[in-house]
């Protein structure tokens, strides 16, 4: 219940923030920054929306199934998860996808140049055409790569 409260309370100070659009003043010579900072908070509130829409779809399919009270429990070790049934097993498949995209978060709006388009706001293909290319290819591209030396 107080991770449902953080969750569902940072979101809406971001939110907030977001609106009054961060509360920053830019100066002209910061049009860079302002562009990237700009994007990547559009792309971050985006992915964040459907994070906490996720969580609740999550949170009334659990309820729905009552898999809050005997599908999912602790083992008595502490150590693990027990799932007595399909319907803890649906409820735990749903939570787990829900944390692997909250943990991908940063990459998709951090690493990744955002752009406006797609599902969450798009994300450019170009930034990783670079590092996706062979060495030879790389090398038959760059104009200041050096041919190595054919051994006889």
Known sequence: MLNNCFSFGI??????????????EWSDD??????????????????????????IVELVVGKGLDSFTDAVMCSDD???WLFASAKGNLFMMLHII??????GMARAVFIK????????????EDSD???DKPADKK???????????KQR
Not at 139 to 149: G, L, Q, R, S, Y
Request: aromatic share 14%.
């Open 78 to 80: 502490g150590q693990k």
């Open 139 to 149: 090398k038959k591209t760059d104009p200041k790569a050096v041919e190595p030396k």
């Open 113 to 124: 140049t955002a752009k406006a388009e797609g599902m969450f706001g798009g994300v450019d």
């Open 30 to 55: 910061e049009t860079v920054a302002k562009n990237l900072f700009t994007a990547q908070s559009e792309r971050y509130l985006s992915f964040y929306t459907f994070l906490i829409e996720w969580h």
């Open 129 to 131: 055409k670079e590092d």
């Open 11 to 24: 979101f809406i100070m971001v939110y907030l923030l977001h609106s009054r659009g961060y509360l920053l």
């Open 98 to 103: 829900g944390t692997m995209m909250g943990t």
